[in-house]
């Protein structure tokens, strides 16, 4: 089993696998007479194919046991996939670039309190995945027709541990 350790979530180190969203970076603005203070184009959401078009929803995610044995991943070729925190608790994240013949070698994030992420379509990903406690997300992905997910099984698993001192 090839064994992975998360590493902290940043722009500069997930910029090749998608977007962070967070209040991070310098693309923001009072709005509401200054009263609040607006994070602006944190990702962008996509929805192609047929009747393709954005959907908001709310998960509740049960925490998986570290380390996290991974032995598969998903992809969505219609459409982009964010998923915001509701509590400023961390989570891990799983990517892989396109390999020959599917995904290649996981490369594994642990977020920051309050940090989300967007994949673009076709990126792939594990599934969402809390840590220590229960966790609801704000999700935006696309809905419509046409079969939206494919699921890529690694011949072997990989084990993903949290760096030392993680809860």
Known sequence: MTRIVARPLTRENFAEFGDVIDMGGGNHYPINGGKAERYHDLATAEAQGPNGHVLISMVRGTPYDFPLKLT???????????????????????????????????????????????????????????????????VVDRGGDGFNLEECHFSHAYEIHLPKGTA
Do not use: K
């Open 72 to 138: 598969m991943v998903e992809r969505h070729p219609f459409g982009s996939q964010a998923f915001i925190p509701l509590s400023p608790r961390p989570f891990l994240v799983v990517v892989c670039h396109d390999g020959d013949d599917g995904p290649g070698e996981p490369h594994a994030f642990l977020t920051a309190p309050g940090q989300g992420v967007n994949y673009p379509r076709n990126r792939w990903h594990g599934v969402l995945t809390p840590i220590g406690e229960a966790q609801e997300f704000l």
